[in-house]
């Protein structure tokens, strides 16, 4: 997620570059027909562009808002596990008087958390990730590790290296730590250190868990329907590069020399409705390995500073922004 509270002008640099040296060229292959070769018959007149630019910003602008809903419902889920993190360790500690088995059921939710957050982070085929626009930003990349390697480190910083062999193997190995969960909590009851109503209880905050996992798996596999997605900068790339053959006629009757403006004015609103376009790409994914991503590495932090400062533990340091980006 980015912190900053303005981009700077590098930031923009780098991803208006490529299509303000595309809308330059051909805005100036225009003019140089235009106004140098006099083929006055290559403008077109403003009206039909116009109309296609105002389609091309409703729709933009409607896709930009399914891409909004889907971040903002990545973040609520995400909420969901703090919220349900606190709850079943403050019972867990509340109810159980076996502290051994406390802290390995609370360490064990700390590598669940942390291991749904590598599987919600693997690349997938439409992913905006793999054109690694996001390399410029130092300290991005820390949570693109192999998932075997990023699973063993998980389970090893928790204490819970034995169950390495037996999880990666698993096609969902956050499911698996879950169901581990809901197996050492019965047999908790069974031992009559729970009775019938804290299982239940404890039991239904992993069965939320349960939900609030399937909510993400659901967004990470379900991409934003690709007609809206593609098109969109079709749409957008048919507009402007159509825009500075509709400009030509009307900028040249301003001056002699006003055919020129075509330049710039044509880089200046093409950067515009590129903008608004990658906004929506950007983010139509919320768990992309981006600069945009919901920053769920962060709310892992906070969630094990939470569970460890119920155990009474020393606290591992917060998670801070790195060039006001926060994974």
Known sequence: MYTGKEFTFDLLWHFARKNLFRTMIV????VILYQVLGFTFVAIPFLPVGTIGTAVAFYVGFKNNQAYDRLWEARKLWGGFTN???NFSAQLIA?????????ELLYRHIAYLNVLRLQLRKTIPWATSKENLHQTFRGERAELEEFDQGLKKILEENNKGEYYETLRVKNNVAS??????IMDLTRLKREKKLDEYEHSDLVRHVNELFNLQGGCERLKSTPLFRQYSIFSRVFVVLFIYLLPFGLLKDLNNLADWGVWLTIPFSMLISWVFFTMEQIGEFSENPFDNSVNDTPIAAICRNIEIDIKEFLGEALPTKMNPVDDVLL
């Open 84 to 86: 349900t993190s606190r």
């Open 95 to 103: 109810l159980v008087e076996d502290k051994t088995m406390v802290k």
């Open 27 to 30: 805005s100036t292959i225009a």
């Open 176 to 181: 698996g730590i879950l169901k581990l969960q």
